[in-house]
């Protein structure tokens, strides 16, 4: 069966399954739901068998009440303060969760953090950059708490067809064209723990973690046979404190971790600019190009309108004169902020009033007459930890047989 996380199903399945519960906003708890396991929460106790088989985003109810917050807080303060509490006749409250299928999206905000990770933000503009897509290698190091392996199994997964039969005309996927994830971490314990966590989450085919350092040693990987293999990777992600080091295992030199027949696009990321300089003189010296730095400087804004009503603001027209009048009203409004917006891109100084910000409490509000008062923060927390981006190419080598061939290619058909 396809993983939930590379395939929505319509139904969560009554067998041991991983989900993800939400239980309010930002606040989400991973798990895998057995049958004989109860989720204990401050909203009340969920036996996993009243979640399996629902559909994704069901409401699920507490099976029992339980004590309110302010009895829970209550009861706390007398343990602490080691004194007796009444526990007759308390306030209980039944809860509910909601269960959602798992995706990569949904793991980096509930995962156990062993380590910094890298947030959706940061890891969808990586692997959109690197071009990762159906079929792609790619190399990732270190892997750390997993963000990202399980973020970019899902970009290259071509393997749509596993566990279902083939429609009309399709064909399969060979197993050696399939995309594949190459993680590699040097800490053992958290290799182990991925291992566990990509086996329950039913990715063991998809992405093959070694426990190595890089480093020192390059990216081959183990075969079984006792010799190495080569992931033939042409996507490459390196969140490691010295990607300058690795560097030297990631060229076309026999035997090579790349794909010799394709471009190779790599990505560095960095929290230090004097890392990403170090990174760049290496690359330059070994042959990257088009190398290119970037920081994601994602923030959530939270707009909206608040309308102020007044006495007489609130209640509705009257008349169907009035009606008319309140529109003209609005749209003369919404001519003037046009034309004092045209000023102001000319630099003009704008003079209609509903152009000016206020700046109060680190809110920014700004007039607009009838239509109410449009306001708009930034989400104070942000779940992102920002880090360079490097990014740079290596080129595919041509051998003098296939410049001659591309070169009578072009002469025929350009
Ligand atoms: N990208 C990961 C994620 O999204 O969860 C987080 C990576 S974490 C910041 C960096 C990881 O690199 C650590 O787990 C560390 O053990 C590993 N590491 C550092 N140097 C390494 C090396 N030379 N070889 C392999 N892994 C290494």
């Known amino acids: 069966a396809v993983s939930p996380f590379l395939a929505i199903p319509s139904e969560l399945s009554s067998e041991a399954k991983p989900a993800i519960i939400h239980l309010k906003r930002d606040q989400h708890q991973a798990l895998v739901l ?102 792609t290698q790619i190399i990732e190091a270190g892997a750390g708490s997993g963000s990202f392996t399980h973020a970019s199994v899902r970009a290259v997964y071509n393997g749509y067809e596993d566990g279902r039969e083939l429609g009309e005309g399709e064909v399969k996927v060979e197993d050696n064209k399939k995309g594949k994830v190459w993680s590699f971490e040097f800490h053992e314990e958290r290799a182990g723990k991925l291992r566990e966590e990509i086996s329950e989450h039913g990715l063991e085919t998809l992405v093959q973690i070694t426990h190595k350092d890089v480093c020192a040693e390059g990216f081959m990987v183990p075969s079984e046979e006792g010799a190495t293999t080569s992931p033939r990777a042409n996507a490459i992600f390196l969140d490691l404190p010295a990607p300058w080091l690795a560097l030297p295992h990631l060229t076309r030199q026999e035997p090579s971790p790349l794909d010799q027949e394709k ?93 000016g910000f206020k700046k109060s409490n ?40 296939q410049e001659k061939e591309a070169a009578e290619f072009v002469k025929e058909h350009v």
């Open 263 to 355: 471009e190779i696009r790599l990505c560095t990321f960095s929290p230090c600019i004097e890392q990403v300089t170090r990174t760049c003189n290496k690359m330059r010296e070994l042959g990257w190009v088009d190398i290119q730095m970037v920081e994601v400087q994602h923030q959530n804004m939270e707009v909206r309108r608040q309308l102020q009503r007044g006495y007489d603001e609130g209640a509705g027209p009257r008349s169907i004169a009035e009606a008319l009048t309140r529109l003209k009203g609005v749209n003369d409004l919404r001519d003037q902020r046009k034309d004092a917006q045209i000023a102001q891109a000319h630099g003009e100084q704008a003079s209609f009033a509903g152009l």
């Open 362 to 401: 680190g809110r920014r509000k700004q007039e607009t007459g009838e239509e109410g008062r449009i306001v708009s923060r930034m989400e104070p927390e942000l779940k992102t930890h920002t880090s360079f981006l490097t990014f740079a190419t290596l080129p595919r080598v041509w051998t003098e047989e």
């Open 34 to 135: 057995k049958p004989e396991s109860t989720l204990q929460t401050r909203f009340g106790n969920f036996p996993h068998s009243s979640i399996l088989g629902l559909h994704p985003g069901s409401q699920v109810r507490a099976s029992a009440a339980v004590p309110s917050l302010k009895e829970q807080r209550k009861r706390k303060r007398a343990s602490n303060s080691n004194t007796t509490t009444e526990t007759e006749g308390i306030q209980t409250a039944a809860g509910f969760l909601h269960v959602l299928n798992p995706t990569a999206e949904l793991w980096t905000a509930s995962l156990p953090h062993r380590t910094q990770v890298v947030y959706t933000p940061d890891s969808s503009y990586i692997l959109h950059r690197l071009g990762a897509g159906p079929g």
